[in-house]
């Protein structure tokens, strides 16, 4: 244990390799996202932008939800092939297929469902469902680069892809406000042109990235898939249910109650929204320290980030309870209070936890207890939020709180009970 313990000592390795290139490109991605929002929430008004905060929760519960399976197996079976000296073109090929078929289900789905959407959550606004279903075969298709880059470590390249999004919105919505458009529509189309362009920039000159290899089966990528599915759905619901479902509960009076969740939710969101630069990066290395059977340097890795994390929610939810008020109140303009920030930050913090443990079980190949260990919260939400609070932030925020509680105490249970049996 000397060389584990070395390593926990070194604090300039307390994180996996990749992180801070990722995270500087999440970086100017979150400065830019903060900055679209705040443009687009003093250019449509309150009550207007509650329709765009809707289309965001919907494109970030579908979007990661149904595609971001697609980069963890594109990721972790490049990864292995790297290793191995063989190429990943069959791998995309494979992949693409199946992020197709996704695709053209999820779009039936919501041509089904499309009159009742629009004109409950959208405001009648078919431009924002025109938006969505762009976003969503955008997202697709970044799923699958992003998945080649990290699986072959072209994090350069990954953290490009963020910042590229990040600056073409915040870049569109101020040219759109500047020139006085003050209706919804345009600015949901940005949100759609964010991963276009990244998807562009991020591709440039990484051809070499498609290296034929031999054949790969379709049971290497489905076999698994539908438990990430599961699991991928799940945790987007977690991150995004909450604007939601106000809109759902939302009274006549209340319409323009689910943006100003939203942006209370992003500034809770904060830390959470670095965290991606660790995940991208997570799974990969633990991958390859797993497949090396160097169970230390494993263990190593994940002790230091889950006492990262428990430090970022100590420091992050009194942050969010002492400042977070005057934050939203600055930038957004709209007042929310202490209790709601600091409830807002604690759920998001706790997702941190699981999240961490979910990754190490993707490592490990435990996909389908990566499922199981979501389900439990998503099963928590709906009921805890019929029962709680007649307060519609409050009901909401302990519902989610209580529902990610939930999933952090199953995949503990079920990473502890993993990392067991490898040792």
């Known amino acids: 244990m000397s060389r584990l313990a070395s390593r926990l000592a070194n604090p300039a390795r307390a994180l996996p390799s990749g992180t801070v290139t990722v995270g500087l490109g999440l970086a100017i991605n979150g400065l830019a996202t903060y900055g679209f929002l705040v443009v687009s929430r003093r250019a449509l008004g309150e009550e207007t932008y509650s329709a765009l905060a809707v289309l965001w929760a919907i494109v970030f519960i579908l979007g990661p939800g149904f595609f971001q399976p697609l980069e963890q197996e594109v990721s972790r079976l490049s990864a292995d092939r790297a290793s191995r000296g063989d190429g990943s073109e069959p791998v995309l090929r ?62 350069e390249q990954y953290g490009l892809y963020f910042a590229s999004e990040g600056i073409t919105r915040v870049t569109l919505a101020i040219a759109l406000a500047v020139i006085g458009v003050s209706v919804v529509g345009p600015y949901g189309l940005v949100v759609a042109a964010g991963p276009i362009v990244a998807l562009l920039v991020a591709a440039r000159g990484q051809r070499d990235l498609l290296q034929p290899g031999s054949e790969v089966e379709w049971s290497e990528i489905t076999q698994a898939l539908g438990f990430l599915l599961i699991a991928s759905v799940s945790e987007a619901f977690l991150l995004n249910i909450g604007v939601f479902t106000i809109d759902i509960l939302a009274t006549e009076d209340q319409q323009e109650e689910a943006g100003r969740f939203l942006n209370g939710l992003l500034m809770a969101r904060v830390p959470l929204f670095f965290f991606q630069a660790v ?68 759920s998001m913090c706790l997702l941190m936890l699981a999240l961490s443990l979910a990754m190490t079980l993707v490592a490990l190949g435990k996909q389908r207890q990566v499922a199981f260990g979501w389900l439990p919260g998503v099963v928590t939400f709906p009921i805890l939020v019929s029962l709680v609070s007649d307060d519609l932030f409050l009901r909401v925020e302990l519902a989610l709180l209580g529902a990610v509680m939930a999933a952090v105490v199953a995949m503990g249970l079920i990473t502890w009970r993993e990392l067991k049996r490898v040792r």
Request: glycine content about 12%; aromatic content about 8%.
């Open 94 to 155: 494979r992949a693409a297929v199946v992020g197709a078929a996704i695709f053209g289900l999820l779009t039936l789905g919501l041509v089904i469902v499309s009159p009742k959407l629009v004109e409950t959550s959208f405001d009648g606004e078919w431009t924002l469902f025109v938006a969505l279903i762009i976003t969503l075969a955008a997202f697709g298709l970044g799923q699958l680069l992003r998945g080649l880059l990290s699986g072959y470590h072209r994090f």
């Open 279 to 346: 995940k991208a990066s997570l799974i990969p290395n633990l991958a390859r320290m797993a497949g090396l059977r160097h169970w230390d340097d494993f263990l190593g890795t994940l002790y230091r980030l889950l006492a990262a994390v428990a430090a970022i929610t100590v420091v992050g939810v009194a942050g969010a309870a002492l400042v977070g008020p005057l934050v939203v109140e600055v930038v957004f303009g709209d007042s929310i209070g202490s209790r709601d920030m600091a409830l807002l930050a604690a």
